[in-house]
């Protein structure tokens, strides 16, 4: 049983990280909203594309094939990566740009080699609701500062699970006194609401921390296990590319696994004078855990792969169940039913200091 100095401790625990946060957490609730339906949104505007019904069955063309088009869109520019999606079998993603910085993003028909779509790089609404909720436009201080938030998130909930254990000894659960002041109906909706949506948002904040981390996380693995798999060949002169995509993409390929993206040479994540290609599980589990393997430009030879570091995997298993990407359809309506009780959480929250900074505890 909590003493009165530890209850008034945990008390302020919870109202200060609570009054700190509440305000950005809740801007990313209403952005994070529609972001779980990024994806059928970028449909519905014609973003993203499905491959057209052909007359007649066709096998796919050459993969050179499609990343010369997309050379031939943007000379001045290089292939940074080709993706592909276990659900869109029919299609080849071919980025492009200018060392780390992506100009432009292809949709291309993997059986006729035909451009599809030009995917609109840092444009639009749906980017702008992305930047909010990922930086606030502040690059890597905005995320780490909507990191720190998140973590006063976490230690919120757990002081206010702490705190709601001794109310709810008085009170049977989901009790809502209408009849009683505006300030009891709002506590007893900010508990109801808070505990019903309590797992959820543990989740939510503690795999959007982690989200938060991504570029150091990444540079750290860029700077350590990367470098490592290409310290052998960091002293070769940078050579003309000799190997196909199509002899690369078949030297990588592993049982029961297929391609997430090939990273091309000089691109972020490859090496001056090797390819990378990153491969997926097949289940809906491990389609989140990528293996990387080395394969030489010049012979199209696989010569390096090795498994991911804890932290990167953390961070790939994190990124879509902050989203809900995980269970199609049905699991983004839970998320988005239960982005709309966090709201509620956090407007109550906000109501229940403004009334008792104001001493208005009746209506």
């Known amino acids: 049983m909590l003493t009165n100095p530890t209850l008034k401790s945990w008390t302020r625990i919870h109202k200060w990280t609570s009054l700190v946060c509440t305000v950005f957490i809740l801007l990313l609730c209403l952005t994070g909203l529609p972001l779980i339906f990024a994806d059928e949104i970028d449909h519905a ?7 057209p ?12 094939t499609v990343i010369n088009a997309a050379r031939a869109l943007r000379p001045n520019d290089a292939v940074q990566f080709l993706s592909a999606d276990s659900h869109a079998p029919d299609l080849w993603f ?7 910085e992506t100009t432009a993003s292809y949709t291309f ?6 451009l599809l779509s030009e995917y609109p790089l840092n444009q639009g609404f749906m980017n702008i609701l992305l930047r909010l909720h990922v930086d606030l436009f502040a690059g890597t201080p905005g995320t780490l500062f909507l990191g720190l938030m998140g973590t006063l998130l976490l230690i919120s909930l757990v002081s206010g699970v702490v705190l709601y254990a001794p109310f709810m000894r008085k009170l049977a659960f989901g009790t809502v006194r209408y009849g009683q002041s505006s300030r009891l109906v709002w506590l007893d909706w900010h508990n109801l609401t808070g505990i019903a949506t309590l797992a959820w948002l543990f989740v939510v904040g503690l795999t959007g921390v982690i989200n938060s981390l991504a570029e150091p996380i990444l540079d750290q693995w860029q700077a350590g296990e990367l470098a490592d798999m290409l310290a052998p060949y960091q002293d070769q002169p940078v050579l003309p590319l000799q190997a196909s995509v199509e ?3 078949a030297a990588a390929a592993m049982p029961n696994k297929s391609l997430s993206f090939l990273a091309f040479p000089g691109s972020p994540f490859a090496g001056q004078n090797h390819f990378i290609a990153y491969l997926q599980g097949k289940t809906p589990l491990t389609s989140q855990l990528l293996t990387p393997v080395l394969i030489d ?17 953390a961070l790939l298993i994190s990124k879509p169940l902050h989203f809900g990407d995980y269970g199609g359809l049905p699991l983004k309506i839970i998320w988005a039913l239960l982005d709309v009780l966090a709201i ?4 109550s929250g906000l109501v229940l200091w403004l009334k008792k900074r104001r001493g208005t505890g009746t209506s």
């Open 45 to 51: 505007l014609g973003h993203r594309v499905v491959a």
């Open 53 to 64: 019904v052909l007359p007649e069955p066709a096998g796919n063309v050459a993969v050179d």
């Open 94 to 100: 071919v980025s492009m740009g200018v060392g780390a």
């Open 247 to 249: 002899q690369v993409l």
């Open 297 to 313: 430009a010049q012979t199209g030879m696989a010569v390096d792969s090795r498994d991911l570091p804890p932290q990167v995997t």
């Open 344 to 347: 509620v959480v956090l407007y």
């Open 109 to 114: 028909d993997a059986r006729t080699g035909a």
